[in-house]
């Protein structure tokens, strides 16, 4: 399952910044709702918003990234697949392709929708697959959801074969913090992107549409990196894109952050 933040650009006129959160999103310490299954009830939400051409930000940013970063692997495993739009691209470029996910409304939607690609049920933390049998595996915005995430990275490691390539698509750690958001300030005249607390993990559950909140980690993309590096999973590239021309023109609001990454990839390569 994958989940994009998804903040506003329409902040309330005529407060300060002091005196407001950023609109769009609630953020709160986890409690119960953290450990509810989120993923099976909101299963239906993120299929009708974000796949089958829904969203801009997949069809003209994250899909061509993807297939751009694992062109030319021919065994890709895909972690945390959802319904498998980006394991189907995938597929349509020839690599054979196992997508992974916990949720059972997704797999049964990703099994329906076909496009060769082998579905099982499983988790990022204990992936039921054989150790070293993929050139590449790509996980797509969603260790944000994972607790803790580093058996997930211990995982990817076992299951790559030598020299094999891991690519990592984040809400950008930096710029997407918990309390992060767009500001329009009428007292001070000026518009600014307010970047929440960076250094510290952090857990929160935010409300990304209205009647849908999902649990979120944040944590210095320098921890992701370390992790990685410790499994021998050396980062070979990193792309920080501005937000697509389609997102910007369904959230006009949104312009005067275009310059404002919203997504981070990272391209690490298994060297032990």
């Known amino acids: 399952m994958t989940a994009r933040r998804s903040e506003r650009a329409d902040a309330s006129a005529g407060s300060s910044p002091s005196e407001r959160t950023p609109a769009g999103r609630v953020s709160r310490p986890a409690g119960s709702e953290r450990d509810q299954d989120v993923w099976e009830r909101h299963a239906g939400w993120w299929q009708d918003e974000f796949t089958d051409g829904a969203d ?58 076909g496009g060769g690609v082998d579905y099982v049920r499983g988790r990022a933390e204990r ?47 930096l710029l997407q913090t918990p309390g992060s958001g767009w500001i329009d300030d009428h007292i001070l005249g000026e518009q600014y992107w307010r970047v929440g607390p960076y250094v510290h993990d952090d857990t929160t559950i935010e409300e990304v549409a209205p009647g849908v909140r999902l649990p979120f980690m944040h944590r210095p993309l320098s921890r992701y990196i370390n992790v990685m590096a410790s499994c021998g999973l050396v980062l070979e590239h990193m792309d920080e894109p501005a937000p697509p021309a389609g997102f910007l023109a369904a959230a006009p609001g949104y312009a005067a952050a275009a310059s404002i990454p919203r997504l981070c990839v990272l391209v690490a390569r298994k060297l032990t």
């Open 127 to 173: 992936l039921p697959v054989r150790s070293g049998a993929f050139d590449a595996v790509v996980i797509c915005l969603t260790l944000e959801h994972v607790d803790p995430f580093e058996p997930a990275i211990e995982e990817v490691a076992r299951v790559l074969t030598n020299t094999g390539r891991f690519v990592l698509f984040l809400n950008h750690p």
């Open 56 to 113: 801009a930000e997949y069809e003209e940013q994250i899909l061509p990234l993807a297939a751009r970063h694992l062109a030319g692997a021919g065994r890709v495993l895909d972690v945390g697949c959802g319904e498998g739009q980006l394991a189907r691209r995938i597929a349509l470029a020839g690599a054979a392709v196992t997508g992974v996910d916990p949720t059972v409304a997704q797999l049964d939607l990703a099994q329906a929708r």
